[in-house]
């Protein structure tokens, strides 16, 4: 497949037919319109084999996932997407890899109406730069820096997830022994991994409500740490509050699951901080959109992350093992 | 060099003052406004070591010329350069190289006052994807698709250059035998390969007065036959006009420079038809500029490019040697 075929392939793919693309792919550069009003969020993000995802990986999810963790910073800023541009580095033109990448790239993108309006393509070692743009007033852009002290801290969706399924692929996590339906459960958290979903209507319901916000890439402490950084504040997490799916709850310990939750990445929730008089109406919005959300600590005085037990003392990093995920 | 390290020595070295980043780099994903009455253009490169760059080359080239074939696409489209992100995977987190690096963009950046507002790190085999985006009127903007029989062709700068540079890296081009001065020609050619000068303030001159335009990346005779291909006409180029550089007519006999004229890429230069009446306007503006440009042909009924030599024969691709540098 030739440079020019590959770009074809993934250009007719991603048809769209929003009318601020004034010129998409195949000039120098896209032309594009931006709402009056609006601010333009921009965030990129790069995917590389054999760090970021198995080079052996389904492609379809590759392509996936290569847009969802973009989709999802936007989603954390409370945008609407709009546009990407998709950087590709490949060691091979293999026809019917590049077309199941363009598959599950198009897939997403068409949940969102997004459009493809450019990119590049290049021979290298496998490895995916994503650009994506979208659309906020940016008087109700949701940002890291603005938690609050008495703020209550949510998350939406559930965590761990996702590292329990890279966990199992590594083969360095194995099912509790009372586990009856583990194939079921495996599949479950490994699709989690490998197609994880932006929260960007959630993100939306979270403008003029939640305070602070991020999505959970890097695992929930290092991130709550990003806010807390940010904002120059501290938070406390009850580790008995932290939604847990069922797939999780019973494929693995308690202690396993703690440490997956408090320093596992990748599953791209919202965690997000909300002043108290805020809370019944957030709940109430994000409820009738059939988002779940979960309320899992606050905003305190100080620095950094503490997270407690049932009776509110400090779960000793070093025994949750959380540590372990810290880059 | 951590990644937080690592983010915060391009950031400080690409600090601007720039109103319109209403977030920089530090959140889930910037804030810009564009302004009122103008489209954002668009443009994303990558370069991959070892095939865009000898893994070797100085840092700080590597990061001047990864934004500057970025700029040669914003500048083909005749829009105003305003702000970049930066996808980054290196292999190690070497301090000085990220250092001269930064430089190298930041040094480009700053001609152009443009701002960096966010990015990417990751750790993987070295490659740089560089994402720009710039402002153009829309009806202003330039598009390859544009051309019309009759329009005259010109080109900016000289050709040939930055081939002629790869080819003495590379050591399958040498000087000529009655070169005398092969080592000031040999690092002028060679400073072309590496630090590209992207033709943004010729783009300007060009809204309203050229038809269509692209930047030389791939080649003349590639480049000019992505207009034609684009504008459904032909094109034919004067091989005796193509504007020549000192140190390239110097360095190499006849034969060897038409090649790498017609053929080479990485001149960044801007190839842009004009209709008849607008040339004496046109190149009474780039004079005043400063900046040179040449006519080499004009457009035509049909399809593809042919190169003609003094007696307007065609050139024959074989002899000329250009598909050598065929893709």
Redesign the interface.
């Known amino acids: 497949m030739?440079?020019f075929d590959l770009i074809e392939s993934i250009r007719t793919r991603c048809a769209s037919t929003r009318t601020d693309v004034?010129?998409g792919i195949?000039?120098?550069?896209?032309?594009?319109?931006?709402p009056?009003g609006q601010?333009?969020?921009?965030?990129?993000?790069?995917?590389?084999?054999?760090?970021?995802f198995f080079s052996d990986a389904a492609p379809f999810d590759i392509g996936w996932k290569s847009l969802a963790v973009n989709l999802s910073?936007?989603a954390?800023?409370g945008?609407v997407p709009a546009?990407a541009?998709?950087?590709l580095?490949l060691s091979s033109g293999d026809d019917a890899w590049v077309s199941a990448f363009a598959d599950g790239f198009a897939a997403l993108a068409r949940q969102f109406d997004l459009a493809l309006?450019?990119?590049?393509t290049?021979?290298?070692?496998l490895?995916i730069?994503v650009?994506v743009?979208?659309f906020?007033p940016?008087s109700l852009?949701l940002?890291?820096?603005a938690a609050q002290v008495g703020d209550a801290v949510f998350v939406t969706g559930t965590l761990g997830d996702a590292a329990a399924g890279l966990g199992l692929l590594r083969g360095d996590l194995c099912a509790a022994p009372e586990t009856d339906t583990p194939n079921a459960h495996r599949a479950a958290l490994i699709e989690r991994l490998h197609r994880p979903t932006p929260r960007v209507a959630q993100g939306l319901l979270l403008r003029a409500r939640a305070r602070a916000?991020?999505?959970v890439s890097d695992g929930l402490v290092a991130d709550l740490g990003h806010i807390c950084k940010?904002s120059g504040v501290g938070a406390e997490i009850d580790l008995i509050r932290l939604p847990t799916s069922p797939a999780l709850r019973d494929f693995v310990g308690d202690e396993a699951r703690a440490a997956l939750q408090l320093g596992g990445g990748d599953d791209y929730e919202l965690c997000f901080t909300v002043p108290e008089q805020q809370v019944p109406a957030l709940i109430d919005a994000l409820a009738r959109s059939g988002g779940a959300v979960t309320r899992i600590g606050r905003i305190v005085a100080g620095a950094g992350v503490r997270v407690c037990d049932a009776g509110g003392n400090d779960v000793a990093r070093g025994r949750a093992g959380w540590e372990h995920f810290a880059?």
Do not use: F, K, Y
Request: proline content about 3%.
């Open positions: 030739t440079e004034l010129l195949g000039d120098d550069a896209a032309l594009l319109a931006v009056p601010a333009l969020a921009v965030s990129t993000d790069t995917l590389v084999a054999g760090v970021h910073d936007l954390a800023t945008a546009w541009t998709l950087a580095t309006v450019g990119g590049d290049t021979q290298g070692p490895s730069t650009t743009h979208g906020v940016a852009a940002r890291r820096d916000c991020i999505d940010a880059a």
